[in-house]
C-alpha cells in the first residue's frame, strides 16, 4: 500500500484535504519564500523534519492535484520553490559539484606478486594480499 502524503486523509476510501496538514504546508513554502531554510520553515509551520524530507514534502507534484489528491498548492508556488531551491543551491555552489579532480580515473590494472600463504580470517587475507601488490597501471 502507498504512503499517503502529508496533507491528505482518506474518507470513505477517497483522499481528501487535511486543512490542518494542508495549511501547515503552505506556511512552510510562505516561510521558505520570506528567506528560511527548509528545516527552519518547516519548525515555524509546526512540522519537525530533516532537511530531505522537507525538500521531498514540498517538492511532491500530487499537491497539485491529480485523479485521485485534491489541490493544495497552485502550479505557481511549485514552480516559485524549485526555482528558489534551484537558486540557494546556486549561491550555495551545489550545482556543479564535480569538480576535474573527482573525476579522476580508477585504476584497473593491478600486478600482484604469487600468494603463498592463507589465512582464516578474511580480514588478515585481504590484508595479505593487497601487501602483494606490486604496481598500478
Known amino acids: 500500500m502507498a504512503h499517503i502524503p502529508v496533507g491528505y486523509k482518506i474518507v ?5 484535504v487535511d486543512e490542518t496538514a494542508a495549511e501547515q504546508i503552505r506556511a512552510t513554502y510562505r516561510y521558505y519564500f520570506e528567506g528560511k531554510s527548509l528545516i527552519d520553515a518547516a ?14 514534502m514540498l517538492s ?18 511549485q514552480i516559485r520553490f524549485l526555482e528558489e531551491l534551484t537558486r540557494r543551491a546556486g549561491n ?31 580480514f588478515e587475507q585481504a590484508e595479505y594480499i593487497y601487501s602483494l601488490i606490486e604496481s598500478e597501471e
Do not use: W
Not at 519548525?43 to 521531498?56: I, L, P, Q, W, Y
Not at 579532480?101 to 584497473?108: D, L, Q
Open 12 to 16: 470513505d476510501g477517497c483522499a481528501v
Open 43 to 56: 519548525k515555524e509551520a509546526g512540522f519537525k523534519m530533516n532537511h530531505a524530507s522537507v525538500k521531498r
Open 60 to 77: 511532491n507534484k500530487k499537491y497539485l492535484g491529480t485523479d485521485y489528491y485534491p489541490q493544495i498548492i497552485d502550479k505557481e508556488i
Open 92 to 122: 550555495l555552489g551545489r550545482l556543479n559539484r564535480r569538480s576535474k579532480e573527482h573525476n579522476k580515473t580508477v585504476p584497473i590494472a593491478f600486478h600482484f606478486k604469487p600468494a603463498d600463504l592463507t589465512f582464516p580470517d578474511p
